[in-house]
């Protein structure tokens, strides 16, 4: 649960978790290197007929500028009808409150972090951990979704 800027407890439940993407390129991998990048993005879908909000985040994980892993997972969020009824709209948009935004990506972000590891474990991988994520970095306001 999480608390919208009019400080009623907006209500949803997770439903579904997706991996949406997940490939692995050994050959650009040298484990000797300690030289790594990690890329993040996020993105949010819409469903208002089902009153279905989604987050996605993906990793791309990288040497030498070449990715050698790339995960994407999704978390399906269903509202609750008041709670989804209370969201502001304006013209063909629904806004999804900052803090509930960052709040729905903290958890996805968990989740992938849990797949991650299931996927690597026993591999040549298995020492890669996503580091903490600054989330407000990511997320600078309120998000808007285009109702369709």
């Known amino acids: 649960m999480n608390q919208q800027e009019n400080s009623r407890p ?3 439940r997770l439903f579904r978790i997706t991996t949406d993407q997940f490939a692995v390129l050994p050959d650009v991998f040298n484990k000797n290197k300690k030289n790594i990048n990690i890329s993040i993005g996020l993105k949010f879908g819409l469903d208002s007929q089902r009153r279905i ?6 990793v791309e994980f990288e040497q030498n500028q070449r990715v050698f892993i790339v995960l994407e997972v999704g978390h399906h969020y269903e509202i609750e009808i008041k709670s989804f009824d209370e969201l502001n709209k304006i ?7 900052k803090d509930m935004a960052m709040h729905l990506v903290s958890l996805t972000i968990g989740t992938l972090r849990g797949v991650l590891h299931c996927k690597t474990e026993n591999t040549e991988f298995e020492d890669l951990i996503l580091p903490t994520i600054n989330i407000t970095e990511l997320i600078k306001g309120d998000v808007e979704l285009d109702i369709k």
Do not use: M, R
Not at 53 to 58: P, Q
């Open 10 to 12: 907006l209500k949803f």
């Open 53 to 58: 909000i989604a987050s996605f985040v993906k």
């Open 91 to 97: 013209e063909n948009k629904i806004i999804i409150p």
